[in-house]
Nanobody, 120 residues
Framework: VQLQASGGGSVQTGGSLRLSCAASGSTLGNYAVGWFRQAPGKELEKIACISSSDGSTDYADSVKGRFTISRDDVKNTVYLQMSSLKPEDTAVYYC??????????????WGQGTLVTVSS
């Protein structure tokens, strides 16, 4: 399966964005999907994951209560609703058909990603 993230942009502190992760080549419902981000000069951070089985979710502490991951298997798409954005959320966001940060980081590249910029 190949995933493409989109929906990034520039917002002010406190604003919201919804990122989309569209799948092609396979049925996304067969995969757990993770959202990751990389800020300039920083390591790849796993921020959210949604399972393939029961739709259970988990979040990094840095985004818990502000971000919501969801999936629409009919549309073959996973979403990341981001609210109460902060400047420290500025990063390139990626989605992967894997929730293991270790495995995803080991890939070395993660598709095109989508840039989110939050200004103060």
């Amino acid at each position: 399966v190949q995933l493409q993230a989109s929906g990034g942009g520039s917002v002010q502190t406190g604003g919201s964005l919804r990122l989309s992760c569209a799948a092609s080549g396979s049925t996304l419902g067969n995969y757990a999907v993770g959202w990751f981000r990389q800020a300039p000069g920083k390591e790849l951070e796993k921020i959210a994951c949604i399972s393939s089985s029961d739709g259970s979710t988990d979040y990094a502490d840095s985004v818990k209560g502000r971000f919501t991951i969801s999936r629409d298997d009919v549309k073959n798409t996973v979403y990341l609703q981001m609210s109460s954005l902060k400047p420290e959320d500025t990063a390139v966001y990626y989605c992967e058909p894997d929730c293991s940060r270790v495995r995803v980081r080991a890939k070395g590249s993660w598709g095109q990603g989508t840039l989110v910029t939050v200004s103060s």
